[in-house]
């Protein structure tokens, strides 16, 4: 007999569909902390292999712009007093190297850079409110890791009444199971779990590309 598990379950206990929903007009490509001090050698907080993310990363920043879609970098940015430091090491100090976004991708003129101290991209920025002046609905959030400030700022874009696809090609975590787990949570909870393929699908039908 098998239980339903009511609590993972989405609206019309609906699956995940194979094609990503969104309309590019009306969406933001937000990038979290793809940042030297988590990537480059001799950063604090090296993810192992996460150089993989540079690839599709340079993908699908190609087509959002193309797509006329904002480009916005959630970064990390802190003080050396930063309460942070209590819990985690010294990292992405404020003018610091490791706090630059890696050479690999491409920042344009006009992209949008936000500082953020916490793990959100919406806690206490500019974030959300630059979203709503564009007329901005849906966020699709990339970068890393999964389980903390890709999580996070997921969540917060749940509460604030945006959409959120998180293309699971595109984010990495602190380890295989976190981001299994991770993802699953978005997908039945906070947000919508898709792939490159599916984002690009979509975008590649944007007027104008």
């Known amino acids: ?102 050479d690999e991708l491409p920042v344009e003129a006009s992209d949008i850079i936000i500082p953020k101290r916490r793990y959100s991209g919406f806690f206490q920025t500019a974030l959300d409110l630059t979203l709503r002046e564009r007329g901005i609905d849906t966020v699709i959030v990339t970068g890393v890791v999964t389980n903390i400030c ?13 959409k959120a696809l998180v293309p699971e090609d595109l984010v990495m975590a602190t380890s295989p199971q976190a981001q299994e787990v991770t993802l699953y949570d978005i997908d039945t909870h906070y947000g919508d779990v898709t792939t490159l393929d599916q984002v690009l699908a979509v975008l590649q039908l944007a007027p104008g590309t």
Not at 151 to 161: E, G
Request: glycine content about 6%; proline content about 3%.
């Open 1 to 102: 007999m098998t239980t339903r598990n009511t609590f993972s379950e989405k609206q019309s206990n609906q699956q995940r569909g194979k094609t990503a929903d969104f309309d590019p007009a009306t969406t933001a490509l937000l990038v979290v902390d793809m940042l030297k001090d988590f990537f480059d050698e001799g950063g604090a907080m090296v993810l192992e292999g996460g150089k993989a993310l540079y690839a599709p990363h340079l993908k699908l920043l190609a087509a959002a712009r193309a797509a006329r879609m904002p480009v916005l970098w959630l970064n990390q940015n802190l003080s050396p007093d930063d309460s942070l430091f209590e819990m985690r090491a010294v990292h992405c100090l404020a003018g610091s190297w490791g706090a630059e976004i890696v």
């Open 150 to 162: 890709v999580r996070s700022t997921v969540h917060d874009a749940f509460f604030l009444r945006y």
